[in-house]
C-alpha cells in the first residue's frame, strides 16, 4: 500500500490518473479544495495534523509515501495541531526558516524515524522526465547561451537551502523567483514590443532531495512565457517534471520557442 501525499498543482492529478486503477494507495488531500475528495480512500488532511497523517498511514499499512504537488507554507501560529503536531513542531519551524529544502528534509526525516520509506515522486511517471537534448525545432542562439549561463550563475549564487528554482535572464539582468512561484515571477515580466528573447531556466533547489518537489512545466508554462516575451526554457537533466509533452512541444514549435534540457 502506497501513501500518495497529494497537494496542489496538475502533477499530483496526472499520478493519480495512472495508478488508480493499478495501485493499492490512500491518499492523504493536503489541498484547499480537496480536490480528491471524490475517491473513497482520500482522507483530507491539515498540514497540523502531522499525527493524523501518520496514523492513517499505519492503519493502512502503508510503509512508503509519495510527495507530490506545492503546499503552501502555513501560518504555523495558527495550525490547529494534533498531539504528534506539538511533538514535531518546534524542528518543523527550525527547518522552515532555512527554507523549503531543510523543511522538506525535515518531514522526510520524520517519516523515516516513524518507518516510512519516501519514495521518488516520480516512481509512476518516468516519461515525465525529460533527458539531455533539444525537444524543439529552435535551438538556442549565441545570445541565449549567453542568457542561459547568466541565469545559471545566479542560481548557484543562491542559498543552499533556498526556494528558488526558477529564473528568467535577459539583456543581461536575472529575475529569480520569489516563494511564490515561477508562474507569478512570469506575470511580473513584460514583454519588450513584439520581441522574443530571454530564457526561463528551471533547475532543482540547491541541497534538494530528488525524490520531492522536482521543478514543474508543461503548455501552462510556456502560454506564459510567450505573454512575457520569453524565447525558451532550459532545464536540468532527468531532474524535471515535464506535463502535456506533446501539446507543449507542438506549442513550442508553432510560436519558435525553444526547450532545452542540459
Known amino acids: 500500500m502506497i501513501g500518495l501525499i497529494f497537494g496542489e498543482t496538475d502533477f499530483p492529478k496526472y ?30 488532511v491539515s498540514i497540523g495534523q502531522l499525527g493524523k497523517i501518520i496514523s ?16 503552501q507554507k502555513p501560518n504555523f501560529s495558527k495550525l ?16 522552515a526558516k532555512l527554507g523549503d529544502v531543510a523543511l522538506l528534509k525535515e518531514i522526510i526525516d520524520i517519516f523515516k524515524k516513524e518507518r516510512i520509506q519516501t519514495i521518488s515522486s516520480t516512481i509512476f511517471t518516468p516519461e515525465l522526465n525529460l533527458s ?10 549565441l545570445k541565449d547561451k549567453i542568457d542561459i549561463k547568466n541565469a545559471l550563475k545566479a542560481l548557484n549564487k543562491s542559498s543552499q537551502y533556498s526556494h528558488i528554482q526558477g529564473a528568467v535572464s535577459r539583456n543581461n539582468i536575472v529575475i529569480l523567483e520569489k516563494r511564490e512561484g515561477t508562474q507569478k515571477m512570469l506575470k511580473k515580466i513584460k514583454k519588450i514590443k513584439n520581441i522574443t528573447n530571454g530564457v526561463l531556466v528551471k533547475f532543482p ?20 512565457c510567450k505573454m512575457s ?10 531532474r ?11 506549442y513550442a514549435n508553432k510560436n519558435k520557442m525553444f526547450i532545452l534540457v542540459k
Open 15 to 44: 499520478i493519480y490518473k495512472k495508478i488508480k486503477d493499478k495501485k493499492k494507495y490512500i491518499i492523504i488531500d493536503l489541498t484547499k479544495k480537496k480536490l480528491f475528495k471524490k475517491d473513497k480512500d482520500s482522507f483530507s
Open 205 to 224: 533547489k540547491k541541497k534538494q532531495d530528488y525524490r520531492v518537489d522536482l521543478p514543474t512545466i508543461g503548455l501552462k508554462t510556456f502560454k506564459q
Open 229 to 238: 516575451g520569453i524565447k525558451g526554457i532550459v532545464l536540468k537533466h532527468k
Open 240 to 250: 524535471n517534471i515535464f506535463l502535456d509533452k506533446k501539446k507543449t512541444i507542438k
Open 80 to 95: 490547529r495541531l494534533d498531539f504528534k503536531g506539538v511533538y514535531y513542531i518546534p524542528r518543523i519551524i527550525k527547518k
Open 56 to 71: 492513517i498511514l499505519k492503519q493502512h499499512n502503508c510503509k512508503k509515501v509519495l510527495l507530490a504537488g506545492k503546499v
Open 132 to 141: 539531455k537534448g533539444n525537444y524543439s525545432k529552435l535551438k538556442p542562439n
